[in-house]
């Protein structure tokens, strides 16, 4: 959220292969479709695995929960692969993915 900027709470913990983050944003719904799930702060976890992982996970008001996954493969010293996946509680069936793809 642009008008409150801020990172709420945060706790990090590490080990030989991650690092992970708990923290809280102030939640903006993007538009008026999203409003039920709206909540005063948004409660966040991001991973970073090593090789080269990282995970965010999300929970919004009534249990909405999405994970974004992104793995990155080093080609040569200038081009990579970028893999995303987002996974979702909500919405399951095929015809909301376009919302994920856009």
Do not use: Q, Y
């Not at 965010?56 to 692969?81: D, R, S, W």
């Amino acid at each position: 959220n642009a008008e409150k900027p801020k990172v709420m709470e945060m706790k990090s913990t590490r080990d030989t292969w991650e690092t992970t983050c708990n923290f809280r944003i102030h939640n903006k719904p993007m538009n008026k479709m999203w409003e039920w799930t709206s909540v005063p702060s948004v409660p966040v976890e991001a991973k970073a695995m090593l090789p080269s992982t990282s995970a965010v996970n999300i929970e919004l008001a009534h249990g909405v929960k999405m994970i974004t996954f992104v793995n990155t493969v080093p080609i040569n010293e200038n081009k990579a692969i970028n893999r995303f996946c987002l996974i979702r509680n909500f919405a399951l069936n095929p015809a909301f993915d376009f919302m994920a793809r856009e």
